[in-house]
């Protein structure tokens, strides 16, 4: 990381870089239960397994432009849609 510049002729100069952060948390689906909230991102890097948890987590916004979703593939490519994962070997 550069932090000092040592140029010849110049005196040293220290570099300072500062950029603004926004606090934030992250909390799990099952613990957003019940929860109202007016922001949500949700990370989904594997197909949501548990009956009604991506329900759960898609109903915890109040408005939907408050929603936002990034669903990827094994590969790391974006996916427009999400699977309803059942295990038909479990079923009756």
Known sequence: FLNRLDIS?????ELKLK??????????????QGQTLAVARFYLSQPVIAH????????????ASGLKILSLDRVGNEMASMKNVVY????I
């Open 9 to 13: 002729g110049l005196p040293p100069h």
């Open 52 to 63: 009604g948890q991506l329900y759960v987590a898609v109903s915890r916004v109040s408005i």
């Open 19 to 32: 950029f603004p952060v926004r606090p934030a948390f992250a909390i799990t689906i099952d613990k957003s």
């Open 88 to 91: 038909r070997e479990i079923l």
